[in-house]
C-alpha cells in the first residue's frame, strides 16, 4: 500500500455520494451504478461458528427483509413457544471479517480492469493514535500509532459527519490493516469505477455497488450473505414495542431515576446518579450517557441507540497485543 491522496479519485467519491445516510441504504455507497447489494457482516453463535442473519430471525421467530436491522431480529418482543432466544454475538461493525473479506476480494478482482489500482479511505477516528496497549503483567501503556504524523497532519476525504485518510494499492490492500488492527477499510473503489466497497463505522453491513451481474453474483454467493436492494429502500423503523419501551423509560428516569427495559434476551437498566446518566447491562457493561452535549439528540434517541449494544456486545477497552 502507498500513502498517496489522488484528489481526483477522492472527488469522484465525494461527489458521487448524494444525500449521505438518512436512512437510505445505499446512500452511505456513490450513486449512480446500476445495481446495489447489502453486505451483512455475520454474527457469532454461542459456539464460536459464523451465523447469518437469517439463521438468527429464523431462530427467533421474526421475519426478514433486506431492509431489516440486526438488533430488531437479535431482541425479538416475544419468543415462540418452547424456543430460547439466540444468544451469540453480534455481527462487527465498521469492518469486514477476514475470511468474509478475502472472499469479497477473490469476487471483485475478476469485475474490474484496475485491480493493482484501487483506493481505500479509512475513517480518521478509529482512535489508533490514543490507543492502549495491554500486556500481561503490564500496566496499560499508549500503543504505537500506525498512521505516520505526515498522513495524520494531511488532507482527508470529506463526507458529512465523516473524514477519512486515504491510501491506495491493489485489491488486496483491503486486508493490510487486518493483522493488527482487524480492520478493513471503510470505502474502496477502483480506479475504473467498475464497483465500489462502502461501510460506515457504526454500522454492522456493507453496501456493494457494481453491475447487475455482480450483485446477482454476490446474492447468490455461498459465502457471503448479501441481499439485493432499490435505491429508494430505507432502514426498517424501530419496532413499536422498544419505542414504547424506551419512552417509559425515559419516563421513569425522570421521576425514579431508574428504568429497566427486559427482552427476551435481556435487561438493561438506566440509572441518574450525581455523576450522570448511566446504562447498565444484565451481562456486566456500564455505558455514560451524555445527552447534555447535543441539542440535536434527544435521551430518547442515546437510550434508543445505546440498547442494543448494552444488550449484544461487551465493551472492550484496550487492544491485547
Same mark, same amino acid.
Not at 467519491?13 to 447489502?38: D, K, S, V
Not at 461458528?49 to 418482543?77: C, K, Y
Not at 441507540?305 to 491485547?320: D, M, Q, W
Given at each position: 500500500? &502507498?500513502?498517496?491522496?489522488?484528489?481526483?479519485? $477522492? !472527488?469522484?467519491?465525494?461527489?458521487? =455520494?448524494?444525500?449521505?445516510?438518512?436512512?437510505?441504504?445505499?446512500?452511505?455507497?456513490?450513486?449512480?451504478?446500476? #445495481?446495489?447489494?447489502?453486505?451483512?457482516?455475520?454474527?457469532?453463535?454461542?459456539?464460536?461458528?459464523?451465523?447469518?442473519?437469517?439463521?438468527?430471525? #429464523?431462530?427467533?421467530? &421474526?421475519?426478514?427483509?433486506?431492509? +431489516?436491522?440486526?438488533?430488531?431480529?437479535?431482541?425479538?418482543?416475544?419468543?415462540? /413457544?418452547?424456543? !430460547?432466544?439466540?444468544?451469540?454475538?453480534?455481527?462487527?461493525?465498521?469492518?469486514?471479517?477476514? $475470511? *468474509?473479506?478475502?472472499?469479497?476480494?477473490?469476487?471483485?478482482?475478476?469485475?474490474?480492469?484496475?485491480?493493482?489500482?484501487?483506493?481505500?479511505?479509512?475513517?480518521?477516528?478509529?482512535?489508533?493514535?490514543?490507543?492502549?496497549?495491554?500486556?500481561?503483567?503490564?500496566?496499560?501503556?499508549?500503543?504505537? %500509532?500506525?498512521?505516520?504524523? +505526515? @498522513?495524520?497532519?494531511?488532507?482527508?476525504?470529506?463526507?458529512?459527519?465523516?473524514?477519512?485518510?486515504?491510501?491506495?494499492?491493489?485489491?488486496?490492500?483491503?486486508?493490510?490493516?487486518?493483522? +493488527?488492527?482487524?480492520?478493513?477499510?471503510?470505502?474502496?473503489?477502483? /480506479? %475504473?469505477?467498475?464497483?465500489? @466497497?462502502?461501510? %460506515?463505522?457504526?454500522?454492522?453491513?456493507?453496501?456493494?455497488?457494481?453491475?447487475?451481474?455482480?450483485?446477482?453474483?454476490?446474492?447468490?454467493?455461498? $459465502?457471503?450473505?448479501?441481499?439485493?436492494?432499490?435505491?429508494?429502500?430505507?432502514?426498517?423503523?424501530?419496532?413499536?414495542?422498544?419505542?414504547?419501551?424506551?419512552?417509559?423509560?425515559? *419516563?421513569?428516569?425522570?421521576?425514579?431515576?431508574?428504568? @429497566?427495559?427486559?427482552?427476551?434476551?435481556?435487561? &438493561?437498566?438506566?440509572?441518574?446518579?450525581?455523576?450522570?446518566?448511566?446504562?447498565?447491562?444484565?451481562?456486566?457493561?456500564?455505558?455514560?450517557?451524555?445527552?447534555?452535549?447535543?441539542?440535536?439528540?434527544?435521551?430518547? %434517541?442515546?437510550?434508543?441507540?445505546?440498547?442494543?449494544? !448494552?444488550? =449484544? +456486545?461487551?465493551? /472492550?477497552?484496550?487492544?491485547?497485543?
Amino acid at each position: 500500500m &502507498v500513502w498517496t491522496f489522488d484528489t481526483i479519485e $477522492v !472527488a469522484w467519491m465525494t461527489e458521487h =455520494l448524494t444525500g449521505f445516510w438518512n436512512r437510505r441504504l445505499a446512500a452511505i455507497a456513490p450513486a449512480g451504478f446500476p #445495481a446495489y447489494g447489502r453486505l451483512l457482516h455475520p454474527a457469532r453463535a454461542e459456539e464460536g461458528t459464523w451465523a447469518r442473519w437469517a439463521e438468527v430471525a #429464523a431462530r427467533n421467530g &421474526v421475519p426478514m427483509t433486506a431492509t +431489516s436491522d440486526f438488533s430488531h431480529i437479535a431482541l425479538p418482543q416475544i419468543m415462540p /413457544k418452547g424456543r !430460547a432466544p439466540w444468544m451469540g454475538d453480534p455481527p462487527e461493525i465498521g469492518t469486514l471479517e477476514l $475470511v *468474509q473479506a478475502r472472499h469479497l476480494i477473490d469476487v471483485l478482482t475478476w469485475y474490474t480492469a484496475t485491480p493493482n489500482a484501487v483506493s481505500f479511505a479509512l475513517w480518521d477516528g478509529l482512535g489508533w493514535d490514543h490507543a492502549t496497549l495491554c500486556r500481561p503483567e503490564h500496566p496499560p501503556e499508549p500503543a504505537p %500509532d500506525p498512521i505516520p504524523p +505526515s @498522513v495524520r497532519h494531511g488532507p482527508r476525504m470529506r463526507i458529512p459527519g465523516r473524514d477519512y485518510i486515504v491510501y491506495s494499492g491493489s485489491i488486496e490492500d483491503a486486508l493490510f490493516w487486518m493483522p +493488527s488492527q482487524r480492520q478493513t477499510p471503510h470505502y474502496w473503489w477502483p /480506479k %475504473d469505477h467498475a464497483w465500489a @466497497v462502502a461501510g %460506515d463505522v457504526d454500522l454492522p453491513w456493507s453496501i456493494v455497488a457494481g453491475a447487475q451481474d455482480l450483485i446477482e453474483r454476490l446474492v447468490h454467493d455461498t $459465502v457471503l450473505e448479501v441481499v439485493p436492494i432499490a435505491v429508494s429502500d430505507t432502514l426498517d423503523p424501530q419496532p413499536a414495542w422498544l419505542t414504547a419501551a424506551i419512552e417509559q423509560a425515559v *419516563q421513569g428516569l425522570i421521576h425514579d431515576r431508574i428504568a @429497566v427495559i427486559d427482552t427476551p434476551r435481556g435487561a &438493561v437498566s438506566f440509572r441518574i446518579s450525581d455523576s450522570g446518566v448511566w446504562l447498565e447491562s444484565g451481562r456486566g457493561s456500564r455505558t455514560r450517557l451524555h445527552p447534555e452535549r447535543s441539542a440535536r439528540r434527544t435521551l430518547e %434517541d442515546q437510550l434508543s441507540a445505546h440498547l442494543s449494544t !448494552a444488550l =449484544l +456486545s461487551e465493551l /472492550k477497552p484496550c487492544r491485547i497485543p
